[in-house]
């Protein structure tokens, strides 16, 4: 489900990305320090050309999701590498909830 959100509110031409600059993503500053604008791009790129899916971490015991690691790639060279837990993912889709 966290994932369907994700590709629901960032699966959209770039140009309509700058509705999310003012998301609050100050709870992952200890993974990324950049700015909300640069975050969603990245993310977007992910989602969109399928560099998560082999960062998808599951439970052995539960089947459930623990986290995701997402990477963005130009030309070959890695421009962007996160990895977010479940509570961060909630947390990320609750603060972009906040500005609808």
Partial sequence: MLLNSLFGILIVPEENLDILDSVNIEFLQSKYRGDAKNFFRHMRNS????????GIMVD?????????????????????????NVNELNELITHIKAIF
């Fill in 60 to 84: 052995s015991e539960t089947k459930e999701i623990v986290s995701i690691k997402f990477k963005d790639i130009d030309n070959e060279r890695e421009t962007f590498d996160i990895t977010l």
């Fill in 47 to 54: 989602l969109s050309h399928g560099h998560f899916i082999n």
